[in-house]
């Protein structure tokens, strides 16, 4: 099975650049997701990793490298609105289980 | 288009209980997975569905379980709640199984269990 690993808090001030890391223990996966939750909200969908490299949404680009068993989220340009939770997880080969990370509470000051 | 609604938001039930939890995907959306996020435990999968067949499921008793209906709304349920059981249950909607990772999320049912 999976187990992903992130830190738990993250502090940064607005306008900052801020990297999110996501390393995990691997058996196979389909590809590796970033969800962002507010606190009392839903997670929302960030990104999507299939392969090995970046991916670039807007302020937000994650990546991927299977061979380093790691991957990382950046959120650039930093907003006060950008404080909350953020997950990384990954669907499973086997038992097709969705697995996600502990979050990483990151904190915009002003 | 409406997003994935999920009812009742807020419980409370007492040891012993049952609750069933009520989920209605994104429209078009096959998929359904649910799952329990506490503070210590973070998210964990529960399970999930594809055209009313459970296809997967993760490491919780048989005291939860769920099911799908022919127009993909979903319904969890826990039996003989114990008070571990408190949890925001989130479910999460996708037009395929598997797809491109991408998971829809309700705003949750918190479950508080005295």
């Known amino acids: 099975g999976q187990s992903l690993e992130q830190p738990s808090e993250v502090t940064a001030v607005e306008g900052a650049i801020v990297q999110i890391n996501c390393t995990y223990q691997?058996?196979?996966?389909?590809?590796l997701s970033w969800y962002q939750q507010h606190d009392g909200g839903a997670p929302t969908f960030l990104s999507y990793?299939?392969?090995?490299g970046l991916e670039e949404t807007g302020r937000f680009s994650s990546f991927l490298s299977r061979s380093d068993s790691y991957g990382y989220l950046l959120l650039q340009e930093l907003q006060m609105k950008d404080s909350a939770s953020y997950f990384c997880a990954v669907r499973e080969y086997y038992g097709q289980n969705f697995v996600f990370g502990p979050g990483t509470r990151l904190s915009v000051l002003p | 288009k409406a997003g994935v609604t999920q009812t009742p938001r807020y419980l409370i039930k007492t040891r012993g209980q049952q609750v069933t939890l009520s989920c209605s995907p994104i429209?078009?959306?096959?998929?359904v997975s649910w799952y329990q996020q506490t503070p210590g435990q973070g998210l964990q999968f529960l399970f999930e569905?594809?055209?009313?067949?459970?296809?997967n499921k993760g490491n919780f008793p048989g005291r939860f379980s769920g099911r799908q209906f022919s127009n993909s709304r979903s319904e969890m349920n826990v039996s003989t709640l114990e008070l571990g059981d408190s949890a925001l249950y989130l479910c999460?909607?996708?037009?395929?199984?598997?797809?491109?990772?991408?998971?829809?999320f309700g705003e949750g049912s918190r479950l508080t269990v005295l």
């Open positions: 691997t058996s196979g996966f389909y590809g």
């Open positions: 999460a909607s996708s037009f395929i199984q598997g797809g491109t990772g991408e998971l829809f």
């Open positions: 569905y594809f055209s009313e067949t459970q296809r």
């Open positions: 990793n299939a392969l090995d």
């Open positions: 429209s078009g959306h096959r998929s």
